[in-house]
């Protein structure tokens, strides 16, 4: 079983959508982090919590620790969002990342 | 610009051949990693180093090497490659275990 799940694999939007992508988790942790991987490979890191929500833009995190999980949110989204989205909770120090989420926004 | 660089960010070798990934830091910090990107299995760390001299394996180290002489530099040593290691890799740091981390570009790598 993997120790953190992400859901949904794929996901393609019109844009102005909002957007919501899951991720659950197994392990203890102490942060979460949200990744974003553009298309041509380059990852850079959105959000990191450890509770409650964090909000940058049009891009919001949320975590609940007791449920273990957390959701990305893109609200208007835009083509240029289009990216694969990457769930990495923390765990003794590691990051155990999640498979990801291909997000396609159409314009 | 604060930042990590990776050389070479494509390389195609063939097996058994020596290859080393260069990857370094301009931002002081002391924790660094390696990971490599496979379709299907998302990242995976090789390694990682806590600081100059101190270095730990991830979850897949076998079939590399990695040494910690100085900060700013944290180099990937495939001593001989193999088509299973033809992946994406990329050298990640950040100031502490507690901070958000920082990628670089990512090197392409073909073993045929």
Redesign the interface.
């Given at each position: 079983k993997n120790e953190v799940e992400q859901s949904p694999q794929n996901l393609t939007a019109q844009e102005g959508e909002f957007i919501t992508i899951n991720c659950s988790y197994s392990v203890g942790i102490s942060a979460l982090h949200w990744l974003q991987q553009h298309p041509g490979g380059g990852i850079v890191s959105l959000f990191m919590l450890s509770s409650g929500k964090k909000k940058h833009g049009r891009l919001i995190a949320t975590i609940n620790i007791q449920e273990k999980h957390s959701s990305l949110h893109i609200t208007a989204s835009h083509p240029r969002d289009s990216a694969v989205y990457i769930c990495a909770p923390r765990s003794q120090g590691n990051l155990i990342f999640g498979k990801g989420t291909k997000l396609s926004v159409k314009p | 610009e604060a930042q990590v660089t990776q050389n070479p960010r494509y390389l195609i070798t063939v097996t058994g051949k020596k290859l080393t990934v260069t990857c370094s830091q301009n931002m002081n910090h002391e924790y660094m990693s390696w990971y490599r990107q496979d379709p299907?299995?998302?990242?995976?760390?090789i390694y990682?180093s806590m600081n100059v001299e101190v270095t730990d394996k991830?979850d897949v180290p076998e079939g590399y090497k990695v040494s910690r002489k100085e900060k700013r530099n944290f180099p990937l040593i495939l001593e001989s490659p193999s088509p299973n290691q033809t992946s994406?890799y990329?050298c990640a740091s950040r100031p502490s275990?507690?901070?958000?981390?920082?990628?670089g570009?990512?090197t392409?790598l073909l073993v045929l």
């Open positions: - | 299907g299995l998302g990242l995976r760390q990682y991830g994406l990329f275990l507690a901070e958000t981390q920082y990628f570009p990512g392409r």
